[in-house]
């Protein structure tokens, strides 16, 4: 019988190790396909791999138009991506006011502004410049709606306009925010004025008695206060010893009401804003009298404003309208000159 060798059993060590190199050559062949056919758009630069990554909203104020992207540690002129932000929403003072006029037409713009979603607005007046400034800045900022970063916060409170101290205090806030102040016809506006006062004491005498300090003289009464508040260039001139022109922006009240898409476009530009509140958003009600939101945020129902807006004028003599006409004029003339603006009052 032949004798055949005797063969050795499996070496172990020797598979393993052969294991060991087909896999290691696999998984680097494997590397090198996926590392040319493949990069991923979330890495961070090789300089920056050890910085944490956030996405970010870009706002209005930071100049970018992109509306999400990338922020690592690099400068927008290296890589194009923005410091490192957050999305956690805060609540933060105001980077914008709607400080006047009352009666003009704040409450109206408020709500149109309200539909921007990069404008988080206060909707009661906190009267912070003017009534509780000894609540101090903490107590103000409590009041603001939470924000995200690059959301404009805003708030209205249209005496703001008219108080001999708002302008320092609301600079000593912040020097770069912005004022909007919309503006009317001083005659109407007075009216408006005087109707809603009459809702809640109707037994003060007419329009035409306050209007004059002697009504045989026909001296017009400028301390009376909806004669006042009309004398724009006089309250404008105390801001402008704060703020530059460039950062107040004037809304033409009648133009709110004729053309509330184009005053809004405007309003948005100052904001640095895109325009989104576009003519889409309107329909004239004319029960009212101004337009009303076809479909408000978060309803699918049009809003109009409440049943204090709109109210019907008591009828005033028109003799009276003209005097007023005569005493405004040189005030309206100056505050055209002063606003860079001709608002074609008569």
Request: charged share 20%; aromatic share 10%.
């Amino acid at each position: 019988m032949a004798n055949h060798p005797k063969q050795n059993p499996a070496d172990p060590v020797g598979i393993f190790l052969k294991l060991l190199v087909m896999l290691s050559f696999c998984t680097l062949l494997v590397y090198l396909l996926l590392g040319r056919c493949h990069s991923d758009p979330w890495s961070a630069p090789d300089n920056s791999a050890s910085q944490p990554l956030t996405l970010t909203k870009s706002g209005p104020f930071n100049g970018s138009a992109s509306p999400v992207g990338v922020s690592g540690s690099r400068s927008a002129g290296e890589s194009g991506w923005e410091p490192e932000k957050d999305w956690t929403a805060v609540r933060r003072l105001p980077q914008a006011l709607i400080i006047g006029v009352k009666k003009g037409g704040t409450r109206a713009l408020l709500e149109f502004l309200r539909l921007h979603p990069d404008i988080r607005a206060l909707g009661s007046e906190p009267h912070f410049f003017d009534r509780h400034y000894a609540r101090g800045l903490d107590w103000y900022r409590s009041m603001m709606p939470k924000a995200l970063d690059g959301q404009i916060v805003m708030e209205k409170t249209p005496r703001y306009f008219v108080a001999a101290e708002t302008p320092a205090r609301i600079h000593a806030m912040s020097k770069e925010v912005k004022l909007i102040i919309v503006v009317r016809d001083p005659i109407t506006r007075a009216i408006s004025d005087y109707t809603q006062i009459i809702s809640k004491t109707p037994d003060i005498p007419s329009f035409e008695t306050l209007t004059f300090k002697n009504q045989t003289t026909g001296q017009v009464d400028a301390l009376w206060s909806p004669l006042w508040i009309g004398l724009y260039a006089q309250h404008l001139e105390k801001w402008l010893s704060y703020f530059p022109l460039s950062q107040i922006h004037f809304v033409h009240g009648e133009r709110l009401i004729s053309d509330p898409a184009g005053e809004l476009g405007k309003v948005q530009d100052f904001l640095g804003l895109q325009r989104i509140i576009t003519d889409k958003h309107f329909y004239f009600n004319k029960t009212k009298g101004f337009p009303c939101l076809k479909k408000p945020e978060g309803s699918s129902k049009p809003h109009c404003l409440g049943k204090t807006k709109g109210r019907p004028h008591p009828s005033i003599d028109p003799q009276v309208i003209q005097k007023l006409k005569e005493f405004y004029q040189p005030h309206n003339l100056r505050f055209y000159h002063m606003a860079g603006q001709d608002f074609g009052w008569q």
